[in-house]
């Protein structure tokens, strides 16, 4: 019986696709991500299912959309009854590792996961709930505002660093001790990092490679807020944009540091393919990120909407049977669970009808592809939810509070020229109203949203009240278990603890 392949997941956070045309842009410094670049499928249309950290990596590791998952938030519970990649590889004899960041909200801190190698960067409770009840009500204690951007420069540590050297050590250490063959199942480790997510802050060395990097500026510069849609009205609003004044300095430091942070992240996934290869272990490598950054452009930043910067994201595979290719095709995160299963021969049969994506393989082997892609958004800085569809060269976005919007891609890549009034485009507007239409009813998905949040609401305000128990996962490390303790063999454990073995 041929053996299932081992599988790396790296993922990164709110890293722009559009960065990405064809593996990492020529003029970034990130030689390892270009390395595997040339040797991977190169998805280069590629959208997260929602444009915040949670949503996306809950429809990420499930395949649902967030109307199914009902993550739709930075604060909305995952429920330990769906599906994960991991518990589908998990049951067909995986072991299932995470190192980093996953932003898992509520009692169930491992999804499917055997093994979690550190804590999560971010709170696990109720408390960055939105409140549909209160539109323009800004959360000023955990809500985005503009000193990410005033604040950018140079650090040697960060919290964010902190946690990244973190999650590579530990990720590299586990690489490590997968090749001692302690377990012979199989194994599918995932590495998440939080970078090169905002603070734009960069450490030195990374920063020094950006000095002469003519990327500085967007290419589309800031509008005017009254020449904005309404929902990035919406998002200036809740990343208080009138209490800070952005000058061009403070866009070109943003832009280097967050350019410098692709570099630093390029390292620290060296450090772990370095790991993978010295101990001759193979492995199907999948990069991907959960989200986008609008950095800049058009005055937006980070993300929370369904421009290209924001929702669209780098995905490589590289797998055997795979040939490297640039595949255009627009494809999802949603995805990624369907492809690894397919990867594995692993079979999600008994939960595809309420799975949204589909694998990726057979169009990778050259097949077509004609389902659209599917977005939502229902976090801060919305009001009522909003859906996307892109199929083809279009895109098409919806919101009970807004005008339709509709762009042609391929014509208008930076989304500049709205196309939902024109005459000349009435009958694709109307085709792909009426698919958004079948595939959602906004109503309900309004009233399903507000009773989440009414309903957290109230449980985070009474778990706060008395002794509070957080769910923040608590990484297990047995002292006794570890290094050289009396009831082993200390024969055996040295020569069992080292790789290759001795003569």
Not at 223 to 233: I, L, N, T
Not at 365 to 387: D, H, I, N, W
Not at 394 to 409: G, H, S, V
Not at 456 to 481: I, M, T
């Amino acid at each position: 019986m041929r053996r299932k392949p081992n599988i790396l997941i790296v993922m990164v956070d709110q890293l722009n696709g559009t960065l990405f045309p064809d593996g990492p842009a020529d003029w970034l410094h990130a030689p390892t991500l270009k390395a595997l670049a040339a040797r991977s499928v190169r998805f280069a249309n590629t959208y997260t299912a929602s444009p915040l950290c949670a949503p996306g990596r809950a429809s990420f590791m499930s395949g649902q959309l967030p109307s199914r998952t009902r993550v739709y938030d930075n604060a909305a519970e995952f429920a330990s009854d769906i599906p994960t990649f991991a518990h589908h590889l998990r049951r067909a004899g995986y072991q299932t590792c995470l190192s980093g960041k996953m932003h898992f909200v509520g009692p169930d801190q491992l999804h499917g996961f055997e093994e979690r190698l550190t804590t999560d960067i971010y709170p696990a409770d109720f408390g960055w709930t939105p409140d549909y009840r209160k539109p323009g009500e800004r959360i000023d204690w955990w809500y985005h505002n503009m000193g990410s951007v005033t604040g950018a420069g140079v650090a040697e540590i960060t919290n964010q660093m902190e946690y990244d050297d973190e999650v590579a050590y530990n990720a590299t250490r586990k690489v490590y001790d997968l090749a001692r063959g302690g377990d012979d199942r199989p194994w599918c480790l995932t590495v998440s990092f939080t970078h090169p997510h905002d603070p734009y802050v960069a450490r030195k060395k990374y920063w020094d490679l950006y000095e002469d990097c003519e990327h500085l500026l967007p290419e589309i510069p800031a509008m005017p807020y009254a020449a904005h849609d309404a929902h990035s009205r919406r998002i200036f609003d809740a990343n208080d944009w009138k209490n800070f004044t952005i000058t061009e300095d403070d866009i070109r430091r943003s832009r280097r540091a967050y350019f410098a942070n692709i570099s630093y992240l390029d390292d620290k996934i060296a450090g772990i393919l370095e790991a993978l290869e010295t101990t001759r272990q193979e492995a199907v490598i999948l990069f991907v990120s959960d989200h986008g950054d609008m950095l800049g452009e058009r005055g937006l930043w980070f993300k929370m909407n369904f421009y290209e910067g924001s929702a669209r994201v780098p995905l490589m595979i590289a797998a055997p049977g795979l040939a490297p290719a640039r595949i255009a095709t627009p494809v999802s995160t949603i995805d990624v669970t369907p492809t690894l299963c397919d990867l594995a021969g692993v079979s999600i049969e008994e939960v595809m009808p309420w799975t949204d994506g589909e694998s990726l393989l057979p169009l990778a082997k050259g097949a077509e592809r004609t389902a659209p892609v599917m977005m939502e958004y229902a976090a801060e800085a919305s009001y009522a939810p909003l859906v996307s569809l892109r199929s083809g060269r279009w895109k098409y976005n919806r919101c009970a509070l807004d005008p339709d919007q509709l762009f042609d891609l391929e014509a208008d890549p930076h989304e500049l020229t709205d196309l939902a009034a024109d005459p000349a485009h009435a009958a694709t507007l109307a085709d792909l109203r009426a698919r958004s239409e079948a595939r959602w009813d906004l109503a309900r998905f309004d009233a399903e949203v507000r009773q989440s949040q009414a309903r957290r609401w109230v449980v985070y305000e009474a778990l706060r009240n008395g002794n509070y128990f957080p769910w923040d996962y608590q990484p297990l490390q047995k002292a006794s278990e570890r290094y050289m303790r009396n009831h082993m063999d200390l024969n055996i454990l040295e020569e069992s603890k080292r790789f290759p073995r001795g003569e």
